[in-house]
Each structure stands twice: as structure tokens, then as C-alpha cells.
């Protein structure tokens, strides 16, 4: 969806029963009956923001990255000298199951916080067997929290260390080790590869991802976030769901995406909080007629993040993008990419009734006011579930 109309209601109301929206349109209009009242006066009512990209489980975090970026170095520098994925993968697999929990639900609650209620989340920072399923054992047990997470595995976020000099046998062991553990124990819905320059070529991340997908498991990819290396065509040639970050995609890029129908998700917060400033084209996605979805990308390296008001601010000032097709981008066209547009991600009559209120009166303010949560409550299922 472009996200020209909002359908936005004047003085709207909802009604909601067994968790799910059985009423919605103008309040007067709205049967109450003996139901109990949540008075949103004044303020925004709108659909529980959903993250289709983020890293959430890892431990510890870069402040130091983020310092170097400061004295001048780049992403690329500072993962050789000793920073990057690789720190973050040695303090993650240096944690137990339970202390990742813990960090990775003070995570969640930041979300929560900024008004997102379903959120993908991958692996990545543990780069072997066991620790990938440490991870995604981790994202599972999160949904003992009051909100939805999608997990995906991405045992090809980097060439761990002890794989240096061999990275095919890594991608041997993602493919025949990892991958059917994963698909048989149905520990992730999707699998991603971080298909870039030293991390894992177009017939690397090809192997892999074809593999998962005689799994059964939908695929999304990392592509040309550094260089424009063929990500999104690998993407389109698989039938990927969505080919994400984008920010060096051309023209010839956008039209394979177009015709194999993949969803670009754009993730402007790293490249904002890289210091870069090559965004992705995300007018010409839109114009071309691509559901574009919004992200934050949440991670302790490139876009240390939980908010999605924050990049759909990003979006606006730097890509162009207008606030209604941001919201469209962060609630709908990202539900859909997740495989959850019929339950989730618009306020309508039979979806889940998972929404966030804001104190302002005009839904632009929240990406206006950038830089603070604006949330005055979250609903997931017609319960409150913050503050
Ligand atoms: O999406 N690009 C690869 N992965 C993350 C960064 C992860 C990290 O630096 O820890 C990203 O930007
Ligand atoms: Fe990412």
C-alpha cells in the first residue's frame, strides 16, 4: 500500500471483545453497552507499530564503535579492529541463555515503549550451532511477554573466527548443520543473509538461502547496504520476501523487485546513526509502486534503536517519504511482510486489537517532535499492556 488515505476518524471509537476490534468508526456511533470505557481524548489512536527488522537479542552493547565513529572511522574499520559483529558475538556467546533473556526483555520493554507490539527479531551474534539456537531459543521465550515476536534465523550475519581462513566451511555448516536444525525444531519462520562485501557473497548467501527455502522457511536478505552487490537481484531471483537496507540499489534493482513482487524494508536509522548519507531511494520504490516498509534494524553495532517514530522522522527528512506513507510503511506494509496482514497492523473490524495511543492530536506530531517517546499507552489484544 502507498498510503495516500489514512482513513483517519475524527472522534473515532472502537470496541473491542475478546481481543479482537468488533466496532470501529465515529464514537457516537459506537455501541457500548456496558463495555468499559478507555477515554483516548484528545489524543492519536493507531495501530501497534510493527518492526519487521531488528537484532534484538545480543548482549552488552558498542559503545565504543559509536566513539571511534566520532573520531572518523568507519563500520568497516572498526569491525576490522577488533569492534563490529565479532565483539558483540563473543559477549553473546559469552552469556548464559537467562542473563540474554534478561537483556533481550529490557529490549523488548523499549519497544513496547515506543509503541511497537509485534516485532521480528533474528540471531546472528552467536555464529555456531548451539549459540544461534541459544538465541532463538531466547527469541521464542519472549513471547511470555505481552506482545508478538517473529523469529528469524541469521546464522550468516558474519564469518565467525574460527572460520577465518575456510568461510566455505562455515557456509557448509549453516547449510547442512544449522539449517535443518532450525526448519526440523521450527525455530524461525524466515531466514537472512548478510550479503555484502566480507561477509557472505551473492553464491554464498545464494547456497544458503536456497537451502532454506527447500526448508519451507520465507526468506529476507541483508542487500546492498555497503556496496551494491547484487543483493536485491539475488533477492528477486529467490522470491525473497522482503530484501532489506537497500541503500545503494539502483534503478535496475528496483525493477527486479517490482517483478518478482519483493518488499524493500528500508532502514534509515543506520544510516543515520553510521554518519552516512546515502539513503535508500525510497521515493522511487514508492513511485515504482513497491510496498516500501519501514524498520528500525535495532542492533548494538549500526542503529542502536527501538523507535519506530524516530526513522519514520529519519524517512521523512531524508528520503522524502511523506508521514502518511511512513505510518503505512511501519503498521500495514510491514505486517504484510511478515506474513500478518490479516490479523494485524490496521484498525479494523476482526483484526487483533493491538494499538498504541500518543498524547498529541495529530498523528504527523509523532514523527514532528522527533526524539522522545510520545506514547500514552499500548494495547496488544485489548489489554493494556504499558504503562
Ligand atoms: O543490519 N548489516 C548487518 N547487520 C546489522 C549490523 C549488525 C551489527 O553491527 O552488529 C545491520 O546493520
Ligand atoms: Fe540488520
Given at each position: 500500500m502507498a498510503g495516500r488515505d489514512l482513513g483517519i476518524i475524527r472522534d473515532g471509537g472502537m470496541l473491542v471483545r475478546d481481543g479482537k476490534i468488533d466496532m470501529v468508526g465515529p464514537s457516537d456511533k459506537?455501541?457500548?453497552?456496558g463495555a468499559e470505557v478507555f477515554d483516548a481524548r484528545g489524543k492519536v489512536v493507531l495501530p501497534g507499530f510493527i518492526d519487521?527488522?531488528?537484532?534484538?537479542?545480543?548482549?552488552?552493547?558498542r559503545l565504543d564503535d559509536f566513539e571511534r565513529r566520532a573520531r572518523g572511522e568507519t563500520y568497516e574499520q572498526i569491525a576490522k579492529a577488533g569492534g563490529g559483529i565479532w565483539s558483540s558475538v563473543k559477549k553473546t556467546r559469552a552469556a548464559s541463555e537467562d542473563d540474554l533473556l534478561a537483556e533481550a526483555r529490557k529490549h523488548a520493554r523499549w519497544f513496547l515503549k515506543c509503541g511497537a507490539t509485534t516485532v521480528e527479531a533474528k540471531s546472528?551474534?552467536?555464529?555456531?550451532l548451539d549459540e544461534e539456537i541459544k538465541i532463538l531459543r531466547v527469541i521464542h521465550r519472549?513471547?511470555?511477554?505481552?506482545m508478538e515476536f517473529v523469529p528469524t534465523f541469521l546464522g550468516a550475519h558474519a564469518i565467525p573466527e574460527e572460520f577465518r581462513g575456510t568461510p566455505e566451511r562455515y557456509v557448509d555448516l549453516v547449510v547442512e548443520e544449522m539449517l535443518p536444525r532450525v526448519a526440523s525444531n521450527k525455530l524461525a519462520e524466515y531466514c537472512d543473509v548478510f550479503c555484502e562485501r566480507g561477509y557472505f557473497d551473492v553464491e554464498q548467501s545464494r547456497k544458503i538461502l536456497s537451502a532454506a527455502k527447500k526448508l519451507g522457511l520465507g526468506l529476507r536478505i541483508h542487500a546492498?547496504?555497503?556496496?551494491?552487490?547484487?543483493g536485491a537481484d539475488l533477492a528477486a531471483e529467490l522470491g525473497a520476501v522482503t530484501a532489506d537496507h537497500?541503500?545503494?540499489?539502483?534503478e535496475r534493482g528496483i525493477a527486479a523487485m517490482k517483478r518478482a513482487g519483493v518488499q524493500p524494508v528500508l532502514l534509515p536509522g543506520s544510516v543515520y546513526s553510521l554518519g552516512g548519507n546515502r539513503y535508500p531511494r525510497a521515493r522511487e520504490m514508492i513511485d515504482a509502486g513497491l510496498d516500501v516498509v519501514l524498520a528500525t534494524?535495532?542492533?548494538?553495532?549500526?542503529s542502536p534503536t527501538p523507535s519506530l517514530p524516530m526513522v519514520c522522522s529519519i524517512a521523512i527528512t531524508?528520503?522524502?517519504?511523506?508521514p502518511a506513507e511512513c505510518l503505512t510503511a511501519a503498521t500495514i506494509n510491514a505486517a504484510r511482510s511478515l506474513g500478518r496482514a490479516d490479523k494485524i497492523g490496521s484498525l479494523e473490524?476482526?483484526?487483533?486489537?493491538d494499538f498504541s495511543i500518543f498524547?498529541?492530536?495529530?498523528?504527523?506530531e509523532l514523527m514532528y517532535w522527533f526524539g522522545f517517546p510520545q506514547t500514552h499507552a499500548v494495547f496488544v489484544g485489548g489489554q493494556r499492556v504499558y504503562p
Open positions: 459506537i455501541d457500548i453497552n519487521a527488522h531488528t537484532h534484538l537479542v545480543f548482549a552488552g552493547n546472528g551474534y552467536g555464529l555456531s519472549l513471547n511470555e511477554m505481552p546492498d547496504q555497503l556496496t551494491n552487490n547484487g537497500l541503500e545503494q540499489t539502483d534494524d535495532f542492533n548494538p553495532g549500526s531524508e528520503m522524502k517519504m511523506t473490524i476482526g483484526k487483533q486489537a498524547d498529541c492530536e495529530d498523528y504527523r
